[in-house]
């Protein structure tokens, strides 16, 4: 039996953009939730809270961006030139929080000030062009003869401005309930503000942003059962296998709430990380199998079959050391974090 390429390395990349949403929302979080810090105590507490883990992070957005040049390089040949400035943007903010990550911890008093806002900023850009580049692509992409046939900054709409400060307030919701998790005291309870106000926001954008979409995208629309071309229909058969996406979205917003009010350290994480899966579902349900929405699915877009094999012996190889070095990592950094103990001294 022959493997289906293509499809495994759709999964293979589709697995590594998520793995980064999840690990990487939480530290981008932090630096989200810098300024809101009442001192350079808990600036350094909160930075102590992912120094370990912070850099093999961003190595799922290297698999899923590098997985996307080698396996699908139609798709990226398309998709680079449609949001080259977003892209960049996204770039230069992850080089300024990292620069400012290792220079923030030895600076002097003046320098650990720029370095603060640097790192604080650099996070805020990062979040916010990785918004623009999600808008972008869900809105879909102008190819002609398997070339991007659009203008530079066709990404630049009101829309793809709603889906980045959604993506801000949800990863400062993962942020937030990082903390409650790594740390205690007035910091944690500072925690507990930051992760409901940031909940309601992650609320309303979501549904905005579910809205919007539905209106704005009469093919995503109809793959969720609605019809909206000609007043309003809506097909009940198609909708209702899906809505536990929509349902799971809820019950991760509920666990935060509930269980950030009994007490809980740890499941108002849990509660946000699910939140982020049922937004990547959703989102998988609006535009699979298209690797460029709406114009090329993955398997016009794939490599040739003996390039994805090759690839994936590789892959097979060092996918598992990863992952394994991951939750090493987590594990042996796990429990709280205070002004005491500390990573970088």
């Known amino acids: ?104 911890f ?39 003869n398997g070339r991007f046939a659009g203008g530079q900054f066709d990404w630049a709409t009101p829309y793809a401005l709603l889906v980045a400060a959604g993506l801000v307030a949800g990863y400062a919701l993962l942020g937030g309930t990082w903390l409650m998790m790594k740390t205690k005291d007035d910091l944690h309870g500072d925690a507990r503000v930051w992760t409901a106000v940031s909940t309601v926001a992650v609320t309303l954008l979501l549904a905005l942003v579910s809205v919007a979409t539905l209106v704005i995208h009469p093919r995503v629309a109809a793959r969720w059962g609605f019809d909206l071309s000609q007043g309003f229909s809506l097909e009940l058969a198609t909708l209702l296998p899906l809505l536990a996406i929509p349902l799971l979205g809820l019950i991760g917003l509920a666990m935060i709430v509930s269980t950030a009010r009994r007490g809980s350290h740890v499941w108002p994480f849990v509660g946000a990380l699910v939140v982020f899966l049922s937004g990547y579902l959703g989102l998988a349900v609006g535009f699979a199998p298209y690797v460029v929405p709406y114009a090329l699915d993955f398997r016009q877009a794939a490599a040739p079959d003996n390039s994805l094999g090759l690839m994936l012996v590789g892959t097979v190889a060092i996918l598992p050391l990863i992952l394994a070095y991951t939750g090493w990592v987590y594990w042996v950094f796990r429990g709280k974090i205070d002004t005491e103990v500390g990573y970088h001294h």
């Open 1 to 104: 039996m022959s493997l289906d390429l293509p499809l495994i390395w759709a999964g293979l990349i589709a697995i590594a953009v998520l793995l980064y949403v999840l690990l990487d929302g939480f530290d981008l979080g932090i630096g989200i939730l810098f300024p809101f810090a009442r001192s350079k105590e808990d600036r350094d507490v909160m930075m102590n809270t992912v120094a370990p883990v912070w850099d093999g992070n961003e190595t799922w957005l290297v698999l899923g961006g590098g997985g996307l040049l080698a396996a699908f390089p139609l798709a990226y040949s398309v998709l680079m030139p449609a949001l080259y400035l977003p892209v960049l943007l996204m770039l230069a903010g992850l080089i300024l929080r990292g620069v400012a990550f290792e220079f923030r």
């Open 106 to 144: 030895r600076a002097v008093r003046r320098g650990r000030a720029f370095w603060t806002q640097a790192f604080a900023g650099g996070s805020i850009l990062t979040a916010v062009a990785q918004g623009l580049i999600l808008g972008g692509f869900i809105q879909g992409v102008t190819v002609e």
